[in-house]
């Protein structure tokens, strides 16, 4: 390839501004075409973001023949279809997080790219992120001794204006895999996957202690890394917004490290040699570093730290700690 020319299947929110724009602004990349059954809509955002061409059929854009790399945005449910058809058109792939409804779903979606011998890329944009390269950076030059443990809390309040007739398909199970914690979760412990290598073993504990949806809407989880780490976890979407939490604990032998995944842009360093808070604030498209990296693996010129293998391990360490099949 000289160029990888980008058809996107599912135009929805995250790629109005997360990602969308990026795939343009990238060197030998550009977004050519993109996809939603609302063909109005699909209309609409090409205008909008000076797409050449739209469709209402993922069938029509996976075979447009300009069209050479894949990103699809939809909802968990329909990755693993339009990834096997992706691959059987020997188009490469660039799916949304999570992966799939599923670890057996995640093994399937490897095994086509592999067999039609074309890349499979996950938005697991984080780990192109100068903040959290950074944070590993932390980690592997020593800055807080030998890790220890890590401790992750996660606390949203419910949203207000939840509906039983009209769910976001976030916490409808058959659509997302779960609930929120299937959608957040998955960053941070991806994350972890990314700082210390694969989680080995997990276990966890659910409920739906406010019964607002049928997914899981508490979480709690003990795992531990190849390495001797040993993690915690506890995610529960429904306390007061006074209890609004979003922290990661790495403890060391020298020190800790503690930093927010999605609220804030500080990293606090805290050592012998007293507290140091480090700001380094987001790109303007979170997805851009991660996107560059990708587009250069796949010309040719570099790796990409967000593979479907990668991905797959946090949709085991998921499916673990929720018991599922």
Known sequence: MQEICWGIIGCGDVTEKKSGPAFSKIPQSKLVAVMRRDAAKAADYARRHYVPRWYANADELIQDPEVNAIYIATPPDAHLEYTLKAAAAGKPVYVEKPMALNYNQCQQMIAACAEAQVSLYVAYYRRGQPFFRKIKELITSGAIGEVRLVNIRLYHPA?????????????????????????????????????????????????????????????????????????????????????????????????????????????????????????????????????????????GQGTCPSTGESAARTALVMDKITATP
């Not at 409808?172 to 960053?187: R, V």
């Not at 709690?220 to 006074?242: H, L, R």
């Open 159 to 299: 949203k207000p204006d939840l509906s039983p007739t009209d769910l976001p398909w976030r916490v409808q199970p058959e659509i997302s895999g779960g609930g929120l914690f299937f959608d957040l979760a998955s960053h941070q412990l991806d994350l972890l996957d990314f700082f210390f290598g694969p989680i080995t073993q997990a276990q966890g504990h659910t409920a739906n202690q406010a019964g607002l949806y049928p997914a899981e809407d508490i979480v709690t989880a003990n795992f531990s890394f190849d390495s001797g780490v040993q993690g915690s976890g506890v995610w529960c979407f429904t306390v007061a917004e006074s209890a609004r939490t979003d922290q990661t604990e790495i403890i060391g032998s020298a020190g800790r490290i503690t930093y927010a995944t999605f609220d804030s842009d500080i990293i606090t360093l805290e050592t012998a040699a007293g507290k140091q808070e480090i700001q380094i604030p987001y790109p303007e498209h979170v997805q851009q570093p991660l996107i560059q990296e990708m587009v250069a693996a796949l010309l």
